[in-house]
């Protein structure tokens, strides 16, 4: 966004002026094209379909480009990140998201060194092969995987957490990468799935939490899986009305898929007595998986069309680096 000079109010930046905005990459030796959606999208309004377009115009244009950065919204920028490396398979360039806490018409706007940094990642190369070959997050000087990051603060620069995996890299006076990290390419021609089911709900635990509200929430019309918000170590009340709920859902054959509520760590079913009544009656583990990537993870599977039995089996599974199994 930038500033209208005649209104004063903030507008979606015109790309045709973005070497006026941004006079030093024209000190880079790389051909920048750009493709706006019409109309605009704000963040808090992405949708599977969203996603599916986005994926496809990456598809349209993967062969013309070295690599792609999308300008995105921080506030759902962690999931759109996270959709985007389950349906780009094969991914062989790099895809980075990056944007800004304030507005790139602001004078202490962060979007500048965002945008500069990410396009200079898209563009690395180490003997004609990209140096980082998947779907990730720039912002405040740290890369991430675009899939391990959680959006956890709304007014500093340092707007993302990845508590469970390091950055990919680091921007200071120079560029460190860290290359045992990142995924290595597999020069397999790219394969864009077209397909996601949004059958999917989030069920947060707290103390107290109402019976009334978790049987609303596994009743809900079509509903194929649940992504259960649990507390530290995987852990969950233990009353056997509470149980008993889950296990009629899964007796519908609704996926329960087991993910802490912390920023760091990993779900530990069967560690603590609290967890052995999940563990017993078929919740799936998310190990340490962020809510984004298991979200992103299930409307990927199940719209694939593949058996709930499959389904569970890869939810346990790493696919795009989403998760680390133990």
């Known amino acids: 966004m930038v500033k209208n000079l005649k209104t004063g109010a903030l507008s979606p930046i015109d790309f045709d002026e973005l070497y006026k905005l941004l006079p030093v990459l024209e000190n880079y030796d790389y051909n920048i094209n750009q493709i706006s959606f019409d109309p ?30 999308v300008l995105h919204g921080s506030d759902t920028m962690a999931y759109s990140a996270s959709v985007l490396s389950f349906l780009l398979e094969n991914l062989n360039k790099p895809v980075v998201f990056t944007g800004s806490q304030l507005p790139l018409g602001v004078i202490r706007t962060d979007g500048r060194e965002n945008f500069i940094n990410a396009i200079e990642i898209a563009a690395s190369q180490i003997d004609n092969t990209p140096v980082v070959p998947e779907v990730t997050v720039f912002f405040e000087n740290t890369l991430f995987r675009g899939n391990r990051v959680s959006k956890f603060n709304a007014e500093n620069f340092q707007a993302f957490i990845s508590g469970n995996f390091p950055p990919l890299a680091l921007a200071g006076v120079e560029m460190k990468y860290n290359h045992h990290l990142i995924l290595k390419p597999n020069f397999k021609k790219l394969k864009v799935h077209h397909q996601l089911d949004n059958h999917v709900a989030i069920l947060k635990l707290f103390p107290g939490i ?5 049987d609303a929430i596994l009743s809900t019309t079509q509903l194929k899986a649940v992504i259960l918000e649990t507390f530290g170590s995987g852990n969950a009340p233990s009353d056997p009305e509470f149980i008993s709920l889950l296990q009629k859902a899964i007796d519908r054959n609704i996926i329960i898929f087991n993910v802490t509520q912390c920023k760091g760590g990993h779900v530990e079913m069967g560690k603590y007595a609290t967890s052995i009544g999940l563990q017993n009656i078929g919740v799936i583990s998310g190990h340490d998986i962020t809510t984004e990537a298991a979200m992103a993870k299930l409307m990927f599977l199940l719209g694939q069309g593949i058996p709930s039995e499959k389904v569970k089996e890869m939810l346990q599974k790493p696919m795009h680096g989403e998760m680390t199994v133990e």
């Open 210 to 214: 109402s019976l009334n509200a978790i």
């Open 40 to 69: 605009l999208v704000d963040s808090s309004d992405m949708k599977p379909d969203f996603w599916l377009k986005l994926a496809a115009m990456i598809e349209t244009n993967y062969e013309d480009y070295d690599g792609f950065v």
